[in-house]
């Protein structure tokens, strides 16, 4: 298994990676079966320069999902993609938090490691089978999310079915990795690592030509600068 320092030492590794060995199907690249681990997992800002990753949304997400609050209204004022996930009443299911509140499965999380700290029992659960028949417009990416205790250390493991690299990844690790935080808080431990498992990890057409169009943004604006 790979290990990355940061974020987003792992996405700029992917993004060359997927974009190298994968072919086009379905507007997407894609690479199936991948998992890597962050050692640093607090260090969640993705500073990429041709990405332009924003915190402040990525905070704001974040806050969503600590509301529970499964309703877009306002945050698809921010990120338009939310008001294509819902069936017109405006409800999603990838409100993580809205997920993860329901029978307490922090509070779960919290007191089974409290209690015992070699468990390996501490999940939490996003997607519901019995609930196949509502995913239709919306089907969360996240299946589950497993913490345990090693060195006296939070690690946390997070598995997903598809997880887009460009919007998907950067956003989520930050949410994830606050989420390992604040459990660590609870426990009162520091974090340890972080590992990401994604069946299907993927970048949308759209974004195939950031880097190169970042770069080449660079060339011609030095080009001018040589000529002046």
């Known amino acids: 298994m790979m290990e990355f320092n940061t974020a987003q ?37 993705i500073l990429t320069p041709w990405r332009k990753w924003k915190k ?8 969503w999902y600590l509301s529970g609050n499964r309703d877009v209204s306002e945050i698809k004022k921010v990120a ?17 938090g809205f997920q993860w509140n329901r029978n307490n499965q922090i509070g779960f999380v919290v007191d089974e490691l409290s209690k015992n700290r070699h468990s ?26 497993v913490f345990n205790i090693t060195y006296d250390r939070l690690n946390m493991s ?21 989420l390992q935080q604040l459990i660590a808080k609870k426990l009162n431990i520091p974090i340890g690592w972080y590992y990401h498992h994604v069946n299907d990890l ?7 030509n950031l880097k190169e169009k970042y770069n080449e943004k660079l060339q011609n604006k030095s080009c001018l ?3 002046k």
């Open 9 to 45: 030492d792992a996405f700029e590794h992917y993004y060359d990676k997927i974009l190298f060995y994968s072919d086009t199907v379905n507007g997407n690249k894609a690479i199936l079966n991948q998992g890597f681990f962050i050692s640093k997992p607090i260090e969640n800002e």
């Open 56 to 63: 402040d949304y990525a905070e704001l997400e974040w806050e």
């Open 80 to 96: 338009k993609i939310w008001d294509k996930m819902h069936n017109g009443d405006n409800l999603v299911n990838s409100n993580y």
């Open 120 to 145: 390996r029992r501490a999940v939490i659960t996003i997607y519901d089978a019995k609930e196949h028949k509502n995913y239709y417009f919306d089907t969360p990416c996240t299946l589950n999310i």
């Open 158 to 178: 997070v598995l997903m079915r598809s997880n887009d690299l460009v919007y998907g990844f950067c956003n989520d690790q930050y949410c994830f990795s606050k």
């Open 202 to 208: 993927h970048i949308y057409e759209k974004h195939f």
């Open 225 to 227: 600068q040589k000529h």
